[in-house]
């Protein structure tokens, strides 16, 4: 008797439709070609609005597509950052949060996008985003922040870890280099890394966390351009600019995140003058691979509130 599997199947983790929505580019920006993804909209409607997002530090692109997925009346655009994924490192001039936040803005001249534009920054991306923003008033409609660095990496609970990773990041850079990016680029560290940071409890979830992390986190130019992003992401944070983002700013917060912790949120939405604070129960600072639906419909209630 032929055996029949009724056990049901893992739920698809992208939409048979994102494929259609995809399409890469690459434009010449500081003597480099940045490479960009685009994500167009299934079908435009009223409320379809271009979305600019910036990963995380040592993320690329890849990262938030699950966000993409999840909103398909939306068209995003998502370029690696210099010095990340496809796109090269600066040719001249350290990798600092105010050159990543010039980067922003020529991205976006690049490409025509205006002030009616959403910009988006997860983590690292949230504190290059949100200096953008501050030093450049009026160049988007909407600011939204998904695990932002609220609070100093080098203060409180986390600042040992945080001295301890920059002790990591400055060895890597300085020993030979075969040693050093052996050291950076260890699977070994990276699982530990991804182990620590999911939170979700469905194993096929995890697994593909943990591949995501394996397959793109070690995808960077080089190490000193590496560190330099590095001390930028730990040396600042949303919050020294907070009150000067005066257009309307949506928090996206992990009930459990220990690198940008609850606490520190609400601290830094009492500092905003046009900010909101949606949290995520049961996870911690990977929202974008494990709870991009609910985040998706944050997202969307959002703009919906503050339609142009």
Known sequence: MEHVDTAPSPTPLFSAELPARTRAAAVDLDGGAVAYWSYEPVRVTPGTRTILVIHGFRGDHHGLLR??????????????LPGFGS??????????VGRYADFIGDFMAALGLGAETVLLGHSF??????????ANPGAVAELILVNPIAAPALEGPKGLMTKLAVLYYEAAARLPRRIGLAL????????????AMAKTRDKDLRRFVHAQHSAYFSAFADRDSLLEAFKASAGSNVSEVARRLTLPVLLIAGE???????????????LLPDGS????????????YETPEPAAAFIRRFLKDHAA
Do not use: C, N, Y
């Open 67 to 80: 966000v993409a997925d999840q909103l398909p009346e939306m068209r995003l655009i998502m370029p690696d």
């Open 87 to 96: 796109s090269p490192a600066f040719s001249g001039g350290e990798h600092s």
């Open 125 to 134: 991306g949230s504190i290059v985003a949100s200096h953008f923003v501050a």
């Open 184 to 195: 950076l680029r260890s699977q070994l560290i990276v699982r530990v890394m991804s182990e």
């Open 256 to 270: 459990k995140d220990e690198i940008a912790t609850l606490p520190d949120q609400h601290k830094l939405l009492a």
């Open 277 to 288: 604070l949606d949290v995520i129960p049961g996870v911690g600072h990977l929202i974008h």
